[in-house]
């Protein structure tokens, strides 16, 4: 907020708060209900309730402006340009002028149509608005993200990706890749960069799985959970805070969890599986488990490591399946935004977008020859 307008404002509302303040003191010397006034409280069918009115109306505008002050006080100052220095010397962009380049942008890119754009500058930060109608995906497109190539985005790249040849940048959080005609190329983002992302995956989908069956597991609650990476350390730092009665398994001692499986109450799975490997819990396995018992896959691998599971939403999270419960909500990270959103920008701007992603597409040119 520009200087000029916040003193304008302070102004205005102490002015206002002179005026509501003493008229509260007077009516409140006047709360005694057995006396008449030949003001307001004369008015025909309200006159007997102005008092009052006025009374506690002035008491909830006086709190509503004390508030306004204090926002105003603290408001963050805007500006309408800002200036870049170096040891060339000092360069000043107005904010129209970032405006239009980023327009220009979106225009080149052909990403939206109709595209509004709005920037708010201040003194270590700028916030950029862009809302327009999202043009349909053109042949050619590369699309950054995590597109989950062989699990729940698996239609996605049958339908979408290889028809139109699209350039798919992943951003999986152990071995991101660019995936172009049906083959995996070797990216230069590092590996691990986003491993919280996956961290969060687990975590939030765990306790939204518990809240939307309605259940808060005890000592006496047999939990598994499959697998050691990110996703299932968040699995179990959620689920850890209710009960200490976990077994986590591992690859290489998922023969004893295949030995012991029909014990368990609840079962999270944090692994996600090759399209030709085996699941690990079968359909012929899951009709022996307990009835009652809730199949968190926090990994989203729908289909695959739990056979013949299909992917949830956040509108209808968990499904019945002869007496079994199953959860497979997929871009649950999304559930604990706050988190997930700060942590992703930082990493973002620094690792992927502050080069120049023309990159990505020379990696794959050779694949055109």
């Known amino acids: 907020m520009a200087t000029g307008k916040k003193i304008i404002l302070i102004i205005l509302d102490l002015l206002l708060l002179t005026l509501v303040l003493p008229m509260t003191w007077d009516y409140y010397n006047f709360m005694e209900y057995d006396w008449m006034t030949t003001t307001s409280s004369n008015i025909p069918f309200i006159g007997k309730y102005m008092t009052d009115y006025l009374f506690w109306g002035n008491i909830v505008l006086a709190v509503m402006l004390i508030i306004a002050l204090i926002v105003i006080l603290f408001y963050s100052r805007t500006y309408i340009d800002v200036r870049l220095t170096s040891n060339n ?34 003194k270590n930060k700028i ?36 028809p139109k040849k699209l350039i798919i940048v992943d951003l999986d959080s152990n071995s991101p890749c660019i995936y172009y005609d049906n083959k995996a190329i070797e990216s230069d983002i590092p590996k691990g960069l986003l491993y919280k992302n996956s961290f969060y995956a687990g975590y939030a989908g765990v306790l939204d799985a518990l809240l939307q069956y309605g259940f808060v597991p005890t000592e006496e609650t047999k939990i598994a959970i499959l697998g050691s990476g990110n996703v299932a350390q968040g699995a179990f730092s959620s689920i850890s805070k209710y009960s200490s009665n976990i077994r986590m398994y591992y690859r290489k001692t998922m023969s004893i969890f295949k030995e012991s499986y029909r014990k368990y109450d609840v079962i999270i799975n944090g692994i996600e599986i090759g399209k030709d490997d085996d699941p690990i819990l079968s ?30 939403s956040m509108n209808a999270p968990i499904y019945e399946k002869e007496g079994k419960y199953y959860y497979v909500v997929p871009n649950t990270p999304s559930l604990i935004y706050r988190n997930v959103s700060q942590n992703l920008s930082k990493i973002l701007s620094e690792h992927v977008f502050k080069e120049d992603c023309s990159r990505f597409i020379e990696k794959v040119k050779h694949l055109n020859k």
């Open 127 to 162: 916030k950029i608005y862009i809302k327009g109608e999202i043009i349909p995906i053109r042949e050619g497109q590369m699309i950054i993200g995590w597109t989950h190539p062989f699990g729940s985005g698996q239609t996605f790249m049958e339908d979408q990706a290889l």
């Open 283 to 312: 359909l012929s396995e899951q009709k022996s488990l307990k009835k009652g018992t809730l199949i968190i896959d926090v990994a989203a691998d729908a289909g695959n490591t739990i056979e013949g599971t299909h992917f949830t």
């Open 89 to 122: 010397g000092n360069l000043t962009l107005k904010k129209s002028a970032i405006e239009g380049f980023i327009s220009e942008k979106v225009k080149e890119n052909d990403y939206l149509k109709n595209s509004k754009i709005d920037v708010s500058l201040f």
